[in-house]
């Protein structure tokens, strides 16, 4: 019984994680695709340029991680 609900609770675990992982994914594409289309019509200030290489950044890390 111990052995059965401790699966139980792992896949649950696993399943929220995972589900966290691609939400900040999801979340740092997003961001980083609305500065790409930006940057196509005009120029990023330097608070954009610096939170589109945070979001690059972040986005490697979770990758590699993966």
């Not at 900040?24 to 954009?48: C, F, G, H, M, Y």
């Amino acid at each position: 019984n111990k052995i059965r609900h401790l699966r139980q609770f792992l896949r649950g675990w696993v399943k929220n994680e995972s589900g966290i992982y691609k939400q900040k994914k999801e979340r740092l594409t997003q961001l980083i695709e609305a500065l790409d289309v930006k940057a196509e019509t005009t120029l990023l200030s330097v608070n954009e340029n610096r939170t589109k290489s945070e979001a690059e950044q972040g986005l490697r890390a979770l990758l590699r991680e993966e």
